[in-house]
C-alpha cells in the first residue's frame, strides 16, 4: 500500500469531525490547558501560505499538550464585523452578512485542509447576535461603572451615588472629568434627574463628550490611530482628517498603572511589552499654570519642572480649545491656515515627524507663574489635543526640538539659571510673588523639584502630578456592520435598554451609507426608536469591541444566561498560550486587557492578566518572480521578454509574473502567454533554452502574484507536509521567505516515514522482537529532542532532528513495534494525520493517536557504553581504538600495550607512561 496522503487526511479529518476528537472534558482530573490563536477577519480572498503559520505552531502544542495528559481547550472563530465586507456592501447592496457568510464557509474549508485540531463546537462569530448580546452587555456594565481610585478598582456606579445621596461629593478620589461639580448630599438630592445623569456622565467607565477623531469622509467613518497610515486610512487610502465629534470613550487611562504593573506578570515578547509601555507612557512630573488676563490660564504637564526659568515661548496644539480666543486679527489667516493644514494628518505622523518643523504664532502672550515675563503662545502640529493638556512649555536650553523650533523662528534662547525679576510686571497685590533662577541655585535636582512644586502649589498654579501619554479609547464608529450600543437619548443624555431586551439587533437599511443629512447609516433604518420614540444611538461599536473579550465566550459558547458560567471561568481561568501578530501590540491587545480588568474587578472572574504567555509570530514572505520587458527606443514596452541573464544587454523594466507559472525559477512560456491578453504573442530570448525569472522577497500579495494557495500545496503534496514545511522554513518568531521548491524534501520524508512501516510490496512489515541498543537510541533522541524544542517553541529544529532519526531507523532497517509506535506518538503533532494512519494500521483500539501518552525519555539509552579512542604516540596521532568506557587506567594500559598495532607503532622503543583521559584520549610516551 503507497503513501495516498489525498485519501488518508480526507479520512481522519472526516473521522475527527464525526467523533468531536478534539472537545475537552468537562469533568476530568487532567490539568487544564488553554491554547489559543488570535481569531481571523474571514475576507474574500481567503488564506495564503503565510496565514496559517501561527495556527500551526498553537496547533502542536495543543496536540503535545493532550499527548502529555493535558485538558485542552483549543477553539476557533471569526472576528466578522469588518469594514471590508461594509465597503463591499457599499459597492454591490449585498448585505455584509451574506458576504461575510460566503467568506467564512472558505475559511472553515481551507482551516479543515490543514488539519487543526480546534474544537468547532465552540465556534464564535461576534456578528451574530447571540455573541453581540453579551458585547452589547459587557458595554452595559462599562457604563455602569466608575474608577474608585481609594479603592484602586472599578465600582458599580450605584455606589457612588449612594455615596452622594449621603456625603456628598466630599472624599469621592476617583478617575473623571476635570470639570466635576462640588455638592453637598442635599444640593444632589436636590439636582433634577437630568442634572444628576449629566454630572454621572462625567464619570462613568463608558461616556459620551466631544473628541478629536481621525474622520475619513470617503467611508464615512471614524477611524482608530492604527488605522491611519500616513494622514490615509489604511483601507482604501482616502484623506482623513482632524474632527471634533460628539463620540463614546471609554475610560481606559483609569487603568494605565495596573495595565503597567500587569505588564511585570506576564509572559510576553519584550519588544511588544515595551511597545505596550511606551504607549501608555507613564511621566512623573507637575502640572504648571501660564497666566492669562481675561482668559482661563494655559495648564501645561512637564516632567522637568526645575527647567521653569528657562521657558521662553509656550505651544498649544492648533485644536487647543484656547487658540482662537488667543489669535490676533493680525495671525488669524496664518493660524487658520495652520490648523486646516494640521486637520489632514493623523496623530500617529504628528507624533512621528519629528524632522519637519512648522508652527504659527497667535500674536498673544502668558505671564510666567514664577518669573512674570511675557511668554509668547504659538500652535505646532507636534503638540496633540489629547494628550497631556494640550500645551507645552518650551524651554529650548534644555530640549533638542524646543531648541530647533527656536532657531527655526529666532526665539529667544534662555539659560535655565539666567532668568531675572520682572520688577515692573510685579503684581502689587502679591508682595514677593515674581522670582529668578536664584531660588533653585545651588540646590541638587531632587531639592529643587519638591521646592519648585510646593512654591507654585502655594501660589495656586502649579502642582505634582503623574501623566499618561495613552489617552481614552474612543468606542463609537460611524459605519453599519457593528455592534448597536444599546442606548437610547432622552432629553439629549443618554440611557441604557433594559438588559431583557438585549440584544439590540441591527436594523434593516435601503443603503449602508450614511443618510444624506450625515447621520450614520443607522439613521436610515424606518422607525428605529426606542419604545417607539426616543432616538437610539447611530453609531456602532469599533472593530476591537468583539475581540475584546472572545476568549471567554470559547468557554461556554452557548450559555444564554450570561457571557460565561462561573464554573468555565474558574476552571479555564486565563489563556496559557496566545499566538498571534504584533500588530495588535497597542490595539486588540490593551483594550483586552483592560476589558478583562474591569470585568474583574466588577466579580465576574479572578485573573488579572487575560493571556499568560503571548509568542508573536514572524510574517511568511513572497518570493517574488520577475520578468524583463525589453524597452523600445522611446522607453515604450514591446512583445519581447530577455532571460534573467541576458537582460544587462537590452533596455528592459521588470514586471512581476505568477510565481505559479514558474518551478524552480524557470517560467513556463506557454502558461505566460496565457497569464495576461496582452502577452499572447510573446517573444522570448533564452539563456541555454530556458527563460529564467529574476527572484526578490517580498510581502505576499496578489499585486505581486506571489501568493501560494495552500489548497494547491494540500492537493500535490498534503497538508502534513504543508505543516512540516512551515514549521521547517525557520523559527517561529522570525520572518522568513516562502519557496516552493524545497517542499519537495519535506515530502519525500513523509514517504520515508511510511517506508518504515512497509515492506518492498507495500504490505505492512512490523516485527514484535525487542529493539537494539541502536534502535532504542535513535528512538530516545528524539523523544528527548522534541519534547525540549516545543516546550520552547523551536519548531524548526525538530523537523531537521526527525528526519535524522528517520534516516538512521531507515540504515538500521528497523521495524519493531517498541520504536515505530513510540516514534508516530512524538511525530503526531507535526503530522497528525499520516501518523493517525499508521496508529491505526499497528492496531490501535484507542481509535485515535491523539491522546496517547507521550513517550517516557529514558536517559539511560543514549548513555554511551564504548569510546572510540584516539591512540597518539608522542602526541602524534596513529589510530582509534574502541573500549569499553568503565575501564581503569591499569586494564586500558594493559589492552594499549597488548595490541598488535600499537606495537608497529611503538617500534620496539621503551614506554616511559602511557597518559589516559577517560572517554578523551590515549597518548603513549616514549
Known amino acids: 500500500m503507497e503513501y495516498n496522503h489525498r485519501s488518508l487526511e480526507k479520512k481522519w479529518q472526516q473521522f475527527w469531525a464525526e467523533n468531536g476528537t478534539f472537545r475537552p472534558a468537562e469533568t476530568t482530573d487532567k490539568p487544564k490547558y488553554y491554547v489559543l490563536d488570535m481569531f481571523p477577519y474571514p475576507s474574500g480572498a481567503g488564506l495564503h501560505v503565510g496565514h496559517p503559520l501561527g495556527y500551526i505552531a498553537s496547533d502542536i502544542f495543543a496536540r503535545y499538550k493532550r499527548l502529555k495528559g493535558f485538558n485542552v481547550l483549543h477553539p476557533m472563530g471569526y472576528d466578522s464585523f469588518g469594514l471590508p465586507a461594509e465597503q463591499y456592501a457599499i459597492q454591490t447592496g449585498q448585505h455584509p452578512s451574506v458576504t461575510t457568510e460566503v467568506n467564512i464557509k472558505r475559511y472553515r474549508e481551507q482551516l479543515d485542509n490543514i488539519g487543526f485540531s480546534y474544537d468547532w463546537s465552540r465556534e464564535v462569530r461576534t456578528s451574530e447576535p447571540d455573541y453581540y448580546k453579551w458585547t452589547q452587555w459587557i458595554f452595559m456594565q462599562l ?76 467611508l464615512g467613518t471614524v477611524l482608530a490611530n492604527d488605522e491611519v497610515i500616513n494622514g490615509v486610512s489604511e483601507r482604501g487610502g482616502y484623506p482623513v482628517e482632524q474632527k471634533k465629534m460628539m463620540q463614546w470613550s471609554m475610560r481606559i487611562t483609569a487603568y494605565a498603572d495596573r495595565l503597567l504593573r500587569g505588564l511585570d506578570t506576564v509572559d510576553w515578547p519584550e519588544p511588544l511589552v515595551e511597545m505596550q509601555r511606551n504607549w501608555i507612557g507613564k511621566s512623573v512630573g507637575a502640572s504648571v499654570k501660564f497666566l492669562l488676563p481675561q482668559l482661563n490660564d494655559i495648564e501645561v504637564f512637564t516632567t522637568r519642572v526645575d527647567t521653569i526659568f528657562g521657558v521662553s515661548f509656550i505651544v498649544l496644539a492648533p485644536e487647543h480649545e484656547l487658540v482662537d480666543a488667543l489669535t490676533t486679527d493680525k495671525q488669524r489667516v496664518e493660524i487658520e491656515g495652520y490648523k486646516e493644514k494640521t486637520a489632514k494628518k493623523s496623530e500617529l505622523d504628528r507624533m512621528a515627524d519629528t524632522k519637519t518643523v512648522s508652527g504659527a504664532f497667535t500674536g498673544s502672550y502668558a505671564k510666567h507663574p514664577l518669573t512674570g515675563a511675557d511668554v509668547p503662545i504659538w500652535i505646532a502640529d507636534y503638540v496633540l489635543a489629547g494628550y497631556g493638556t494640550g500645551a507645552v512649555m518650551a524651554v529650548p536650553s534644555g530640549d533638542q526640538r524646543d531648541y530647533v523650533f527656536a532657531k527655526h523662528f529666532n526665539l529667544p534662547i534662555i539659560p535655565i539659571s539666567d532668568a531675572q525679576n520682572i520688577e515692573e ?264 533554452g530556458k527563460y529564467i525569472c529574476g527572484t526578490e522577497v517580498e510581502k505576499m500579495s496578489k499585486s505581486k502574484f506571489n501568493v501560494v494557495n495552500p489548497d494547491d500545496i494540500i492537493e500535490t503534496y498534503g497538508a502534513d507536509t504543508l505543516r512540516l514545511y512551515e514549521m521547517f522554513l525557520g523559527p517561529l518568531e522570525q520572518s522568513k521567505p516562502w519557496n516552493t521548491n524545497g517542499i519537495e524534501g519535506v515530502y519525500k520524508f513523509l514517504r520515508k516515514v511510511w517506508r518504515l512501516f512497509h515492506d518492498a510490496e507495500g504490505n505492512l512489515f512490523i516485527s514484535d522482537d525487542e529493539p537494539t541498543k541502536s534502535e532504542y537510541k535513535a528512538l530516545h533522541k528524539i523523544i528527548k529532542k522534541v519534547e525540549e524544542d516545543i516546550e520552547r517553541f523551536s519548531f524548526n529544529t525538530s523537523v531537521s532532528a526527525f528526519m535524522i532519526c528517520v534516516n538512521e531507523l531507515s540504515d538500521l532497517k528497523c521495524n519493531k513495534r517498541k520504536i515505530l509506535q513510540d516514534l508516530i506518538i512524538v511525530l503526531e503533532p507535526y503530522a497528525p494525520h499520516i501518523t493517525e494512519e499508521l496508529w491505526a494500521l499497528l492496531g490501535n483500539e484507542a481509535g485515535t493517536i491523539s491522546y496517547a501518552p507521550y513517550p517516557v525519555f529514558r536517559s539511560e539509552y543514549l548513555v554511551e557504553s564504548e569510546f572510540a579512542y584516539p591512540v597518539s604516540v608522542n602526541g602524534k596521532m596513529k589510530m582509534n581504538l574502541s573500549l569499553a568506557l568503565d575501564l581503569d587506567a591499569k586494564v586500558v594500559e594493559e589492552i594499549i600495550l597488548s595490541n598488535a598495532d600499537v606495537q608497529r607503532y611503538l617500534d620496539g622503543k621503551i614506554v616511559k607512561k602511557v597518559v589516559f583521559v577517560r572517554g578523551k584520549i590515549i597518548n603513549i610516551v616514549v
Open 143 to 218: 457604563f455602569h461603572a466608575w474608577y474608585n481610585k481609594e479603592a484602586d478598582k472599578s465600582e458599580s456606579i450605584d455606589s457612588l451615588t449612594n455615596r452622594f445621596e449621603t456625603s456628598g461629593s466630599e472624599g469621592i478620589y476617583a478617575v473623571c472629568d476635570e470639570d466635576v461639580l462640588t455638592f453637598t448630599a442635599t444640593e444632589w438630592n436636590s439636582f433634577s434627574v437630568e442634572e444628576q445623569q449629566r454630572e454621572l456622565l462625567k464619570y462613568r467607565l463608558a461616556y459620551l463628550r466631544e473628541s478629536t477623531v481621525n474622520w475619513c469622509a470617503a
Open 425 to 688: 510686571d510685579a503684581d502689587p497685590t502679591k508682595e514677593g510673588r515674581y522670582i529668578n533662577s536664584d531660588f533653585i541655585n545651588g540646590m541638587t535636582y531632587e531639592e529643587a523639584v519638591p521646592a519648585l512644586i510646593k512654591r507654585l502649589e502655594g501660589l495656586g498654579l502649579g502642582k505634582a502630578k503623574i501623566n499618561y501619554r495613552m489617552r481614552d479609547a474612543i468606542f463609537g464608529r460611524q459605519r453599519y456592520w457593528g455592534e448597536p450600543v444599546p442606548v437610547f437619548f432622552k432629553n439629549g443624555l443618554p440611557y441604557l435598554i433594559d438588559e431583557k431586551e438585549l440584544p439590540l439587533l441591527l436594523p434593516e437599511v435601503d443603503k449602508y451609507l450614511p443618510t444624506e443629512t450625515g447621520e450614520p447609516p443607522l439613521g436610515r433604518a424606518d422607525g428605529w426608536k426606542y419604545q417607539g420614540k426616543y432616538e437610539y444611538e447611530l453609531s456602532t461599536m469599533p472593530g476591537w469591541a468583539g475581540s475584546s473579550w472572545y476568549w471567554f465566550r470559547y468557554m461556554d459558547p452557548t450559555n444564554d444566561e450570561s457571557f460565561a458560567s462561573k464554573e468555565a471561568v474558574d476552571y479555564w481561568k486565563a489563556v496559557d498560550l496566545y499566538i498571534g501578530g504584533s500588530e495588535h501590540a497597542t490595539g486588540h491587545l490593551l483594550y483586552s486587557r483592560f476589558w478583562n480588568k474591569v470585568l474583574k474587578d466588577l466579580g465576574y472572574h479572578n485573573e488579572e492578566e487575560p493571556f499568560k504567555k503571548l509568542i508573536n509570530q514572524g510574517m511568511i514572505q513572497g518570493r517574488s518572480n520577475f520578468v524583463y520587458r525589453v524597452l523600445d527606443e522611446e522607453g515604450k514596452g514591446t512583445n519581447v521578454f530577455v532571460s534573467y541573464g541576458l537582460k544587462d544587454q537590452y533596455h528592459t523594466v521588470p514586471l512581476h509574473v505568477d510565481v505559479n507559472i514558474v518551478y524552480n525559477d524557470v517560467l513556463d512560456t506557454e502558461k505566460f502567454k496565457a497569464f495576461r491578453p496582452d502577452f499572447v504573442n510573446a517573444k522570448f530570448v533564452l539563456e541555454n
